[in-house]
């Protein structure tokens, strides 16, 4: 006994190569349904054989300006109103029928709103068959010949297919007899049913002329529907458990006779990454009216309900399988090739949608809304799971298509992957009802057109030589006439060949004896029986000798049949050896690669640490140089550091020098004022004591006129008042107010910062500086060109007067580049109104003339060294 053999639905193609992989747009066709009434008010308009146009009802406004809006929708072909079910099914069906017998899938969908048609699309009516039963009709006219027996291809509930030699065909076939839980495969003697019996007429049948003979044939057919975003088996017969009883409500369980509710069913994926059903009852079937019987079995159970717009309305998805297994014959074409690879599953899945509805058209409640809205669900999902893939082909992105939102999408997800090819029948109802409905069913199917789907390639069956069947069956043929020849074989149990066996022996003469003398009644008969045993003896030897003849034959055909089978053994032992020889070289050329591999990854390692040496090289050599430059920056810097604070150190000294010998000068003068001052006293004191002495022995007379003693005593008031020196009276001419300049009008360059909110005060005494770079807002520009800085600074005095402050400072560098400034003394000018009381009054005078005092006011400062103010007051 042979070993069995698993088939394998055809795999998916390699990886797909964008330059290589030939694809093709997912064909979209359009049928119109004729008009219910012929009053009614059409909408659609067929222009051309794969153009159609929409028209808007009266009293609908296609857009905002409120004018009618005609649109045109192509597709790759549109059937009017008269399309009769043949010329739809030889545009659309009949060549993935031809696809599904050269072992390509493929998908074939009717899309539209309830009430369009689609299920009369694709189941048709007695008479008018759809494109369902008319795909049954040529498949089987097509393999109806090289169809094997039953239970010789075996479903293996993975997705696969086993194969079977025919004593364990035969075993099963018994088996599956006698169990009475499974159902039965459904016999083709049985009377098939009314419905279906004139569906398709004799001559619109149709089969495909490209058949491969060398290949024996099984037709395996599932019936699925799809309700509520559940999956459920139309073929599945629930038994009754005797055990498990059902349960009503809450009460006691009830032992009866009651079927338990199918189960819903789980999608999974076999070894190639196919979708499928799991658990999903499979039928073998042999004719189409077999076929036929077991669809019309799983209708039944189909879900429909009365609405509002249809009155036998679809509430589920329905999914028909229609799955060919195929396996090529041996090299003498009498037995099936026991080969696992050499088995091919192809399927055509043959889907019925549910229609897309509005709940406010079909006033749906309770249940049916329910159905309704997973019905609008699953077919958005559809919808969005096309726009993706659009979009991806197109743009080339690489958003995930969100296949597993829907059961429908997640079911036929490999089709648009690749694995076969893709239609859809895009019913419609020309009724101007369905118009907005219809528009959005033309959006989708424009966008449908626009999705590419990989070709399937072409996959041979086997490297045998073709005609196998045919000298097979002329082998057959020659021997039984062969036979035949020399006498052919020989069956007791044929009435005929014994009749003409009793004729070809003597007749038997007259037995009757009538007189006991009689002796020639016996010789005679004596004499015929031994004829006929001679004539017996003769037909066993012939008999013999045909025996002997067939035996040796029969002996001959066993030894070139063990010749051919030790030459195929030895072929075989060759051919593993070489299997043997291949997997080595092939385990070889593994080990290489992997040690090549290693190597590259091992090189791009040593590379890669290279190149990051390399980096952390120059890297540190940026580093290196980058110290060095700031290294010489700082010793760059630290040199004009040590010379700046030597600049700075000598301008401080020489500074204080200066500032000493000003003190000195200062206290030597206030030293001289004061005894000036005592000096004076000491000459009024006389004058005093003189006048006196005078008084008493001498006429009066007119005394002298001190010099100046008024304008001295104020003098020494304002010498004692103010810090600063005044000069000396004998020596020192007086120094005019209107003549003095400001410290700041030295030799260096200044930079003059005046705000604007500073007042113009019109005043004859102004601080003039010359060299000065007169700035509203210092800037670096401006300081990096002058040592001095400058800052006229106003506000408003205690008596109400405005007071001017000539802030000063040095400009140094910094280390970091910039420029600095360090204020050093301030310079008060200050104004008095000439009407105001005075705050001092003259002792020894009347005389109101105008004396302008020089008043130093000292102010701190970030150094010790000061500077002079002026103040102009009119005295009284």
Not at 181 to 203: C, G, H, L, W
Not at 257 to 283: F, W
Not at 314 to 327: E, G
Not at 379 to 395: D, F, I, P, S
Request: net charge positive.
């Amino acid at each position: 006994m042979q070993r069995q053999g698993k088939g394998r639905t055809p795999r998916r193609p390699g990886p797909k190569k964008a330059s290589s992989t030939e694809k093709d747009p997912v064909g979209v066709y359009c049928r119109i349904r004729p008009l219910g009434a012929e009053h009614e008010e059409c909408c659609i308009e067929m222009i051309s054989s794969s153009t159609i146009q929409l028209h808007p009802p009266d009293g609908l406004k296609a857009n905002r300006n409120g004018e009618y809006k005609e649109v045109q929708y192509s597709f790759k072909k549109v059937f009017g109103i008269n399309t009769s079910q043949m010329e739809l099914f030889e545009d659309v069906a009949k060549p993935l029928v031809e696809d599904l017998i050269h072992c390509k899938n493929g998908l074939l969908f009717t899309y539209g709103v309830t009430g369009s048609g689609k299920t009369f699309t694709m189941t048709g009516s007695p008479g008018e068959g759809g494109l369902l039963p008319r795909s049954l009709d040529m498949i089987f006219n097509s393999i109806g010949p090289f169809q094997a027996k039953r239970f010789v291809f075996k479903p293996d509930d993975k997705n696969g297919m086993e194969i079977q030699n025919q004593v364990d065909a035969l075993l099963e076939r018994q088996k599956q007899d006698n169990m009475q839980s499974v159902p039965k495969t459904p016999s083709s003697r049985q009377r098939p049913d009314p419905e279906f019996a004139d569906m398709i007429s004799s001559d619109e049948a149709c089969k495909s002329e490209n058949v491969d003979e060398d290949c024996c044939y099984t037709v395996f057919v599932s019936y699925i529907e799809i309700y509520n975003n559940y999956i459920y088996d139309l073929l599945e017969d629930a038994p009754y458990d005797p055990i498990r009883p059902k349960w009503i409500g809450g009460a006691t369980p009830v032992r009866n006779n009651e079927l338990v509710p199918p189960q819903s069913k789980i999608l999974r994926e076999d070894q190639n990454h196919n979708m499928y059903v799991a658990g999903c009852t499979e039928v073998e079937v042999k004719s189409t009216e077999e076929a036929f019987e077991v669809f019309w079995k799983g209708q039944k159970k189909r879900r429909i309900a009365n609405t509002q717009l249809n009155r036998e309305s679809s509430r589920s998805h329905s999914v028909f399988t229609v799955k060919l297994a195929q396996a090529p014959l041996d090299a003498d074409g009498d037995h099936i090739l026991q080969d696992k690879n050499q088995v091919n599953v192809s399927q055509l899945c043959l889907v019925d949608l549910a229609g897309s509805e509005r709940t406010s058209r079909t006033r749906a409640e309770g249940s049916r809304l329910r159905e309704a809205g997973n019905i609008n669900q699953s077919l958005m999902t559809l919808r969005t799971c096309m726009e993706v893939l659009r979009e991806n082909q197109m743009c080339g992105t690489n958003r995930m298509v969100p296949y597993r939102d829907s059961k429908v999408t997640h079911l036929f997800k490999n089709y648009f992957d690749g694995e076969g090819k893709v239609r859809m029948v895009v019913c419609v109802n020309p009724k101007a009802d369905d118009y907005e409905e219809t528009m959005l069913v033309m959006r989708f199917a424009e966008m449908t057109q626009e999705v590419e789907v990989a070709r399937p390639v072409d996959r041979p069956i086997c490297g045998l030589a073709a005609g196998r069947r045919h000298r097979n069956q002329a082998f057959r043929d020659e021997l039984s006439r062969r036979l035949e020849e020399r006498g052919g074989p020989s069956n007791a149990d044929d009435p005929v060949l014994l009749n003409q066996l009793m004729e070809s022996l003597p007749a038997l003469p007259p037995c009757e004896l009538v007189d006991p003398a009689d002796d020639q009644t016996l010789p005679r008969l004596i004499e015929v029986l031994e004829r006929r045993h001679h004539i017996r003896q003769i037909m066993t030897e012939q008999f013999n000798k045909t025996a002997n003849t067939l035996k040796t034959m029969l002996q001959q055909f066993d030894s070139q049949l063990s010749a051919k089978e030790t030459f195929l053994h030895d072929q075989r032992s060759r051919l593993s050896e070489k299997d043997k020889v291949i997997i080595n070289q092939k385990s070889e050329i593994e080990r290489l690669e992997k040690k090549s591999k290693t190597l590259e990854y091992k090189v791009d390692i040593l590379q890669k640490t290279t190149d990051m040496y390399e980096q952390d090289k120059r890297s540190l050599q940026q580093e290196l140089e980058t110290r060095e430059q700031r290294l010489q920056r700082e010793l760059s810097e630290k040199k004009r550091m040590e010379q700046r604070m030597q600049g700075m150190v000598t301008d401080t000294r020489l500074k204080w020098e200066k500032e000493c010998e000003r003190r000195v000068n200062a206290k030597q003068l206030e030293m001289q004022n004061k005894l000036w001052v005592k000096d004076e006293k000491l000459k009024q004191l006389k004058a005093i004591v003189t006048e006196s002495s005078h008084a008493a022995g001498c006429p009066p007379e007119r005394p002298e006129k001190p010099e100046r003693p008024s304008r001295d005593r104020d003098r020494n008031v304002a010498q004692k008042r103010s810090a600063s020196p005044s000069p000396k009276p004998q020596t020192a001419p007086p120094v005019h107010p209107m003549h003095r300049r400001s410290h700041s009008a030295g030799g260096e360059k200044w930079v003059d910062h005046k705000p604007t909110s500073n007042l113009d005060l019109d005043t004859v005494m102004q601080p003039i500086i010359p060299n000065a770079i007169k700035v509203s807002t210092p800037n670096e520009k401006a300081l990096s060109k002058c040592h001095m800085y400058v800052l006229r600074h106003q506000e408003l005095a205690s008596d109400g007067e405005i007071e001017t402050k000539l802030i000063k400072g040095n400009v140094f560098k910094t280390r970091a580049g910039g420029q600095a400034v360090q204020f050093t003394d301030i310079e008060i000018l200050k104004q008095e109104c000439p009407i105001a009381p005075s705050r001092k009054r003259r002792s020894g005078s009347a005389e109101g003339s105008t004396q302008i005092e020089d008043i130093e006011n000292r102010a701190p400062a970030a150094s010790t060294s000061s500077s002079h103010g002026y103040q102009k007051r009119r005295k009284p």
